[in-house]
Every structure is written in C-alpha cells, then in structure tokens.
C-alpha cells in the first residue's frame, strides 16, 4: 500500500523558514492535503490541493508538490506554529496519512 | 458555522460494540463526504472510514482502513445530518479518540473540519 514518509521532528528559529517534507512514490501526481494540531487541539486543514489555503490560515503556510515530495513551507515563523503536521491524501479507495512531523520553534 | 458533535464513546469489553454518533449543523450536509478519524492521545493520526456524498461521484458510498475492515460499519442519514460508525469485536487497540471529520469535497479528498471527537476504551 502507499506510504507517506516524513521526518519526526523539525526544529526552527523564530522569524524563520521552516519547511517540512512528504515523501512518497510519484506524490505529484496526487492532490495533498497539509493538517496542524497545536498541542490539546484538534486537528486543522492547513494546505488543501498542494496548495491551496483554507480562510484564515494566513499566507505564511505554502505547499508544493512534484516528483516524489510535496512539502509544506512556513515563512517567518512564530512560537504559536509549535504543533504536529501531517501530509495526506486519498489513493483511489482509501486515505493515507504520513506519519506527524513535530515543528519545534527554538 | 461548522458544528461536528461526536457522541456514544466509552468503556466496552474487548469484544464488544459500540455505535458513535455524529451530529452536523451549519453546512449543506448531503453534499460533503464525511470520514472518521481516530487518534491514539500522543499518538499519530489514523483515518478509519469514509462515506462520500453521493453515487454521481468519483468514488461513491463506503470505504474503510484495512484495520476497521469487517469489523466497522459508516453510515450515514442525510435527512437527520448525521454520520454514524457501529463498531463490534472491539479490540484494546481500537481504544482511541475518535473524530467526526468533514471533507471539503462530496468525493473523498480531505479533512475540512473536524469535531471534538469522543473518547473510546476497550479494556476489560
């Protein structure tokens, strides 16, 4: 079955880029979808479409995706970016999910 | 606005069911497909089930992680805007919390909204 693959844990200054991989067989051909879950929060749609940007996520959140990597880029990063992402997508007949990265902001 | 209401967690034996409940409000229900998601606390997300929104689309009717295969049934009443998950042989670790999500499209494609989720514990 597919497999999404990301890093366990990224870490980042404040005021800086972070940017966060998912890596899976041919992702570019797929629509991915980025998910934030600050601490004791649910879950919240980030990036939908590669690259699309729900209302109210400000245009500090980006994606890409192409070859075998989509990856979700956080410009100017703030202490309240602190939280665990996942990449997703839906293969045919089911959802894939990658593993959670952890976003450190130092 | 969104509201996702979860309900019909708790305790149940190994073995066991349980039906969940999902009540929806402040969007077109009939036209979204709807998922359950669940999460082990501290633990990574895990996509269980999904019902889409009707047959004129890419993907039509249920789908289910191999782990809910057999075991999981999604249903859904679009004239009560609800979404339902009946769950038997329960496992320990189907114990999680479980969330009601919405999708942003009527085909299956992704996690627009989500609820509070309900709690699950399969123990004896």
């Known amino acids: 079955s597919y497999v999404l693959t990301q890093p366990p844990s990224v870490s980042v200054a404040p005021g800086q880029t972070a940017t966060i991989p998912c890596r899976g067989d041919n992702i570019g051909t797929y629509s991915v979808h980025w998910h934030r879950q600050r601490p004791g929060r649910t879950p919240e749609l980030v990036v939908f479409d590669d690259h699309g940007r729900p209302s109210g996520i400000p245009a500090r959140f980006s994606g890409s995706n192409s070859g075998n990597t989509a990856t979700l880029t956080i410009s100017r990063v703030e202490a309240g970016d602190e939280a665990d992402y996942y990449c997703q997508l839906w293969d045919t007949d089911h959802v894939v999910l990658g593993g959670g990265t952890k976003l450190t902001v130092l | 606005e969104f509201q996702l209401v979860e309900s019909g967690g708790g305790v149940v034996q190994p073995g066991g069911s349980l039906r969940l409940s999902c009540a929806a409000s402040?969007?077109?229900?009939?036209?979204?497909?709807m998922h359950w998601v669940r999460q082990v606390p501290g633990k990574g997300l895990e996509w269980v089930s999904v019902f889409s929104a009707d047959d004129d689309v890419p993907y039509s009717g249920p789908s289910y992680a191999e782990s809910a295969k057999g075991r999981f049934s999604i249903s859904r009443d679009n004239r009560k805007n609800s979404l339902y998950l009946q769950m038997s042989r329960l496992r320990p670790e189907d114990s999680a919390i479980y969330y009601c999500v919405k999708d942003m499209y009527k085909s299956p494609s992704n996690f627009d909204f989500w609820g509070q989720g309900t709690l699950v514990t399969v123990s004896s």
């Open positions: 402040g969007f077109f229900f009939k036209n979204y497909a």
